[in-house]
């Protein structure tokens, strides 16, 4: 999938330092929802290869990266969890390399993925789900055209303990 300034692809071996820097930024770390353990043994390789391979084996998900195409530079991963094919639906989550963040970067990418997922496989729902006081995660949101639902009481977890999570949402009818 690309954009005008963004190319969004699976992700593959040579990744692995990359991802490994993108996932070890403290901002991201912060927001991921995972265990502060789990960020720390964070594998890289793992991620973009046999972790990759079994979600989109599975049907659970994918693993993609955010590349630049200026530079060509591996600026972010977004994947996707929680695909349910019954009901077409899925969950995306993006991490942005800091260099990378403020540039628009992260709404492109979610924007492009979620028009593919949408219009060429035609999925039902995309959901994106924020914590509260990720203000980033919000501008996303709002930025690639997802409606807030509202508020998911203690349904995902951080390295800090339970969290409530926003549910918002992207529809076919959404882009018509």
Request: proline residues 3%.
């Amino acid at each position: 999938m690309e954009t005008p300034r963004l190319t969004v692809r699976p992700l593959c071996a040579d990744d692995d330092k990359r991802v490994g820097e993108i996932f070890a930024d403290r901002l991201v770390r912060r927001w991921l929802p995972v265990a502060q353990d789990e960020i720390e043994e964070f594998d890289g390789h793992a991620w973009c290869t046999e972790l990759a391979v079994e979600r989109r084996d599975s049907g659970a998900g994918d693993h993609y990266g955010i590349v630049r195409r200026e530079d060509e530079r591996l600026v972010g991963c977004l994947w996707t969890k929680n695909t349910d094919w019954l009901t077409r639906s899925t969950e995306v989550a993006i991490a942005v390399a800091a260099d990378a963040r403020g540039y628009g970067v992260a709404p492109e990418a979610v924007d492009v993925l979620a028009l593919s997922l949408l219009l060429e496989h035609r999925f039902q729902r995309i959901e994106l789900r924020v914590a509260p006081g990720n203000l980033g995660s919000r501008r996303v949101a709002e930025k690639a055209g997802f409606t807030y639902e509202g508020l998911l009481r203690n349904a995902g977890s951080l390295a800090s303990g339970r969290v409530d999570l926003e549910s918002w949402s992207l529809l076919p009818s959404d882009i018509r």
